[in-house]
């Protein structure tokens, strides 16, 4: 009776540092199906903990700036320190062809482009539940460890908060379980969008009372 375009979504996920952005997608990777997250490219040197190819494809500035050249990304921007960060553009592009969901994390400006690219592109901004929580978080996480470092994921963390008005949907990361529940609701909402449907067959009114009446036997 309807048929609806079942293609996958491209969606953003973005916010500023320590909103729990990478927890979120993880969950969701692990509970959704026909879920991908393309790996991006980075110059920024990798971190205790990180594998290349998994976490980023770890790649120097040279290589990086290479790459700019022949157009092999979607979208790129120097994120913080100078350091760039990109979304390889072969391998989103072939993904987009196999109408899985496809979430990619990146910040306010390589969102800013893809939109322009794919302005069908669902954009998610992840928030900490506050300021002061956030504060928490970035010092906790001790990844930086200079003085200079946390100020500037502080600056970078207010710049990127307003930015919020730019994306479709906000959700407060407070417990890890409810964010990834409400970004899931989302994705399965977009799938009952009415701009979907590709073919309603409804049957003749009265064609169809008439059936009625008689499969039930109604008398006048
Ligand atoms: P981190 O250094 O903690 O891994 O993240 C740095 C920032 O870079 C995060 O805000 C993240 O969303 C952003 N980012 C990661 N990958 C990409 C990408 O491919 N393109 C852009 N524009 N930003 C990215």
Same mark, same amino acid.
């Given at each position: 009776?309807?048929?609806?375009?079942?293609?996958?979504?491209?969606?953003?996920?973005?916010?500023?540092?320590?909103?729990?952005?990478?927890?979120?997608?993880? +969950?969701?990777?692990?509970?959704?199906?026909?879920?991908?997250?393309?790996?991006?490219?980075?110059?920024?040197?990798?971190?205790?903990?990180?594998?290349?190819?998994?976490?980023?494809?770890?790649?120097?500035?040279?290589?990086?700036?290479?790459?700019?050249?022949?157009?092999?990304?979607?979208?790129?921007?120097?994120?913080?320190?100078?350091?760039?960060?990109?979304?390889?553009?072969?391998?989103?592009?072939?993904?987009?062809?196999?109408?899985?969901?496809?979430?990619?994390?990146?910040?306010?400006?390589?969102?800013?482009?893809? +939109?322009?690219?794919?302005?069908?592109?669902?954009?998610?901004?992840?928030?900490?539940?506050?300021?002061?929580?956030? +504060?928490?978080?970035?010092?906790?996480?001790?990844?930086?460890?200079?003085?200079?470092?946390?100020?500037?994921?502080?600056?970078?963390?207010?710049?990127?908060?307003? +930015?919020?008005?730019?994306?479709?949907?906000?959700?407060?990361?407070?417990?890890?379980?409810?964010?990834?529940?409400?970004?899931?609701?989302?994705?399965?909402?977009?799938?009952?969008?009415?701009?979907?449907?590709?073919?309603?067959?409804?049957?003749?009114?009265?064609?169809?009372?008439?059936?009625?009446?008689?499969?039930?036997?109604?008398?006048?």
């Amino acid at each position: 009776m309807i048929k609806l375009n079942n293609r996958g979504n491209l969606i953003i996920i973005s916010g500023p540092t320590c909103a729990g952005k990478a927890s979120v997608i993880n +969950k969701l990777l692990e509970t959704r199906e026909n879920t991908v997250c393309p790996v991006s490219y980075t110059s920024r040197p990798m971190r205790k903990g990180e594998v290349d190819g998994v976490d980023y494809h770890f790649i120097s500035k040279e290589k990086f700036e290479e790459k700019i050249k022949n157009n092999e990304f979607l979208e790129y921007a120097k994120v913080r320190y100078g350091e760039y960060f990109g979304t390889p553009k072969k391998e989103v592009e072939d993904l987009l062809n196999t109408g899985k969901d496809i979430i990619l994390e990146i910040d306010v400006h390589g969102a800013a482009q893809i +939109k322009k690219l794919f302005p069908e592109t669902i954009l998610i901004f992840i928030l900490a539940p506050s300021m002061e929580e956030l +504060k928490r978080r970035i010092i906790a996480r001790g990844a930086d460890t200079k003085i200079d470092q946390i100020i500037d994921r502080f600056q970078t963390a207010y710049k990127e908060i307003n +930015k919020v008005n730019d994306y479709n949907y906000v959700v407060v990361n407070d417990v890890l379980e409810n964010a990834v529940e409400k970004v899931n609701s989302i994705l399965i909402s977009e799938k009952c969008r009415v701009d979907r449907i590709e073919e309603l067959d409804v049957q003749n009114q009265e064609e169809f009372m008439h059936e009625l009446l008689i499969d039930k036997n109604f008398t006048h």
